[in-house]
T-cell receptor, first 119, second 110 residues
Framework: AQKITQTQPGMFVQEKEAVTLDCTYD???????LFWYKQPSSGEMIFLIY??????QNATEGRYSLNFQKARKSANLVISASQLGDSAMYFC????????????????FGQGTILTVHP | NAGVTQTPKFQVLKTGQSMTLQCAQD?????MYWYRQDPGMGLRLIYY???????DKGEVPNGYNVSRLNKREFSLRLESAAPSQTSVYFC?????????FGEGSRLTVL
């Protein structure tokens, strides 16, 4: 079973509007971390935002916020005031702990959502 | 700031040839990783090194070997390349929590 599911292969948004990219995850751990990365057409992976499973507040970084709903196991990325430069592939990822209680930082990625911002 | 540097950025191989992807980080990170990215499948972990002197298999290790040469360098070797290994390969190192990625290496196996 997939551990990270991004159900939107592609999303379109008008410049200056807000957009939500969906991410659901599957884990039985109590301690885990959720990440969002941006991959523009140039190919590099850019870290955007992080949410820890014990964080009480939703994470925010500038125009990015993470709508974390623990009971629903969802960690949606919200981009406010979209810009043309936001057009990219976006990946949700999760860090779990191993059976030994460590994770060594390994991330499991979703399949990604391609966001296109229209002028 | 160089961050994570991968070489080469592009490579074309014939089936059965071998090659090594090099990765170096200058951020003094302990943990390093190799991922591959295929269309529609996100990034999948090939191997990782939690610290200098240790390496472990990830989700898709078959057909690959790795060497953690020192704290800075983590190489990925294809001993006998196959068309199924055509992919974009990313090296990464771990900061406080997030991973820092190199720019990727596009490998084509004919």
């Amino acid at each position: 079973a997939q551990k990270i599911t991004q159900t939107q292969p592609g999303m379109f948004v008008q410049e200056k509007e807000a957009v939500t990219l969906d991410c659901t995850y599957d884990t039985s751990d109590q301690s885990y971390g959720l990440f969002w990365y941006k991959q523009p057409s140039s190919g590099e992976m850019i870290f955007l935002i992080y949410q820890g499973s014990y964080d009480e507040q939703n994470a925010t970084e500038g125009r990015y916020s993470l709508n974390f709903q623990k009971a629903r196991k969802s960690a949606n990325l919200v981009i406010s005031a979209s810009q043309l430069g936001d057009s990219a592939m976006y990946f949700c990822a999760m860090r779990e702990v191993d059976a030994g209680g460590t994770s060594y930082g390994k991330l499991t990625f979703g399949q990604g959502t391609i966001l296109t911002v229209h002028p | 700031n160089a961050g994570v540097t991968q070489t080469p950025k592009f490579q074309v191989l014939k089936t059965g040839q071998s090659m090594t992807l090099q990765c170096a980080q200058d951020m003094n990170h302990n943990s390093m990783y190799w991922y591959r990215q295929d269309p529609g499948m996100g990034l999948r972990l090939i191997y990782y090194s939690a610290s200098e002197g240790t390496t472990d298999k990830g989700e898709v290790p078959n057909g690959y070997n790795v060497s953690r040469l020192n704290k800075r360098e983590f190489s990925l070797r294809l001993e006998s390349a196959a068309p199924s290994q055509t992919s974009v390969y990313f090296c990464a190192s771990r900061g406080r929590g997030e991973l820092f990625f190199g720019e990727g290496s596009r490998l084509t196996v004919l």
